[in-house]
C-alpha cells in the first residue's frame, strides 16, 4: 500500500460520515423488469477467465466500480465481509475503472495482487474497464445505466464505489451512491428481501 493508501484508508470512517451526511442517493426499481435479459451478459475476470451471467440465476448480484487509490478504497474490507456473510445468496463482481481523477492507474495485475494483499478479496475481480457513459463503455455498465436495457434506470456511477444490485431473478433492483456503505442496512436489508410473489 502507498503512503496515500494508506492514509485514506485510516481517513475512510470520517470521509464517509461526511458524505453519508450530504447528499447521496438510493434509487429503488419500482417494479420494471429489464428489456434486455441480464443473463445475456458475461464478462472478462482479471484472471482471463469468461464470467456468464447466466451462472449466476438464483443469486442476488452486486457490481461495484472500484479504485485501489480513492477514499472509499476501504469499502473493499466492507464488500469482502459482505460477501463472507452472504455468499450463498450473493455475488460480487468489482469492476476497476480509472473513470475518476485517475484513482486506478495500475494494470489488471497490480490490481489483483492488491486486492490480494491488502484486502484478502476473494469475490469476483473483473478486468480494468471503463463504467462511464462514453462510446467505451463496458457492456455490464450500459446495461446497469441505460433504461432502454434494464427497464428503469439511467444512472451512471457518480464516483468509484457505486454499487448496483440484482436480484434472483435477473433484474436490477437498486443503486446505491458510493457514500452508502456496503454494510449500511440500506444494502443489508435490500439483500435480504426476497421478491414478492
Same mark, same amino acid.
Given at each position: 500500500?502507498?503512503?496515500?493508501?494508506?492514509?485514506?484508508?485510516?481517513?475512510?470512517?470520517?470521509?464517509?460520515?461526511?458524505?453519508?451526511?450530504?447528499?447521496?442517493?438510493?434509487?429503488?426499481?419500482?417494479?420494471?423488469?429489464?428489456?434486455?435479459?441480464?443473463?445475456?451478459?458475461?464478462?472478462?475476470? @482479471? =484472471?482471463?477467465?469468461?464470467?456468464? $451471467?447466466?451462472? #449466476?440465476?438464483? +443469486?442476488?448480484?452486486?457490481?461495484? %466500480?472500484?479504485?485501489?487509490?480513492?477514499?472509499?478504497?476501504?469499502?473493499?474490507?466492507?464488500?469482502?465481509?459482505?460477501?463472507?456473510?452472504?455468499?450463498?445468496?450473493?455475488?460480487?463482481?468489482?469492476?476497476?475503472?480509472?473513470?475518476?481523477?485517475?484513482?486506478?492507474?495500475?494494470?489488471?495485475?497490480?490490481?489483483?495482487?492488491?486486492?490480494?494483499?491488502?484486502?484478502?478479496?476473494?469475490?469476483?475481480?473483473?478486468?480494468?474497464?471503463?463504467?462511464?457513459? @462514453? =462510446?467505451?463503455?463496458?457492456?455490464? $455498465?450500459?446495461? #446497469?445505466?441505460? +433504461?432502454?436495457?434494464?427497464?428503469? %434506470?439511467?444512472?451512471?456511477?457518480?464516483?468509484?464505489?457505486?454499487?448496483?444490485?440484482?436480484?434472483?431473478?435477473?433484474?436490477?433492483?437498486?443503486?446505491?451512491?458510493?457514500?452508502?456503505?456496503?454494510?449500511?442496512?440500506?444494502?443489508?436489508?435490500?439483500?435480504?428481501?426476497?421478491?414478492?410473489?
Amino acid at each position: 500500500m502507498t503512503l496515500r493508501q494508506t492514509i485514506l484508508k485510516y481517513l475512510y470512517p470520517l470521509f464517509t460520515w461526511f458524505k453519508k451526511n450530504s447528499d447521496t442517493k438510493l434509487l429503488q426499481n419500482d417494479g420494471a423488469g429489464p428489456l434486455v435479459p441480464f443473463y445475456s451478459l458475461s464478462t472478462q475476470l @482479471n =484472471n482471463g477467465k469468461t464470467l456468464s $451471467f447466466e451462472m #449466476l440465476k438464483g +443469486k442476488k448480484v452486486m457490481i461495484v %466500480n472500484t479504485a485501489s487509490d480513492c477514499g472509499y478504497t476501504n469499502q473493499y474490507a466492507e464488500l469482502q465481509k459482505l460477501y463472507d456473510h452472504e455468499k450463498e445468496n450473493l455475488e460480487i463482481i468489482a469492476f476497476p475503472a480509472n473513470d475518476f481523477k485517475e484513482q486506478e492507474k495500475g494494470t489488471d495485475e497490480e490490481i489483483a495482487k492488491f486486492c490480494a494483499i491488502n484486502y484478502s478479496i476473494r469475490f469476483a475481480l473483473a478486468k480494468k474497464a471503463v463504467v462511464v457513459k @462514453n =462510446n467505451q463503455q463496458d457492456p455490464v $455498465f450500459q446495461w #446497469l445505466t441505460q +433504461k432502454e436495457k434494464n427497464g428503469w %434506470n439511467d444512472q451512471q456511477p457518480s464516483w468509484n464505489f457505486s454499487k448496483y444490485l440484482i436480484n434472483e431473478e435477473g433484474i436490477l433492483t437498486h443503486y446505491f451512491d458510493p457514500a452508502i456503505s456496503p454494510l449500511s442496512a440500506e444494502v443489508v436489508t435490500a439483500i435480504k428481501e426476497r421478491k414478492q410473489r
